[in-house]
């Protein structure tokens, strides 16, 4: 922002003063439609040869100096672009990590369903369970079947 307002000022503080010309090894200074040396106005008294020759010097530094600022304002719209762009990929790359963790995760408690539920069938099998064991086998089970409910939401 503050670069904006420097450029601004910059410009304005050019339009406002006299620019210089280096024309034969002469610098005039160009203020309105005066052509100045040391500060003094020598439009009458040069040629007009030389008074044309000085404008159009003055019109191409002006030419030239309106192109410098289409390319500086080219370069920092594409500057601009380019954060943009990289701030995008960032999101992208978060939202893709994002995913991935969510799909770990559910990976990891449908897994730790699938055990427990095989370890609680063994169990059952062997006769090892007592009707506390196996209520605390049922809850755990009903408890990792909810953390994979809630890992598929996440998805």
């Not at 090894?25 to 000085?54: F, N, P, R």
């Not at 390319?71 to 762009?85: D, F, N, R, Y």
Request: glycine share 4%; net charge positive; proline share 1%.
């Amino acid at each position: 922002m503050r670069l904006v307002a420097v450029l601004l000022f910059l410009g304005f503080a050019f339009s406002v003063q006299a620019q210089e010309v280096n024309v034969n090894g002469t610098t005039y200074k160009i203020k309105g439609k005066t052509i100045l040396l040391d500060d003094a106005d020598v439009t009458t008294t040069l040629s007009a040869e030389e008074q044309s020759g000085i404008w159009e010097a003055f019109n191409k530094q002006k030419a030239l100096d309106k192109e410098r600022e289409a390319a500086e304002k080219a370069i920092k719209k594409a500057e601009k672009e380019q954060k943009k762009a990289e701030k995008r990929l960032k999101k992208a790359e978060k939202e893709i990590k994002a995913k991935e963790k969510a799909q770990s995760k559910f990976d990891d408690a449908n897994d730790d369903y699938n055990d427990a539920i095989k370890k609680y069938e063994k169990l059952k099998r062997k006769g090892k369970l007592s009707p506390n064991d196996e209520a605390k086998w049922l809850e755990k089970i009903a408890d990792l079947k909810e953390d994979i409910e809630k890992a598929k939401k996440k998805l």
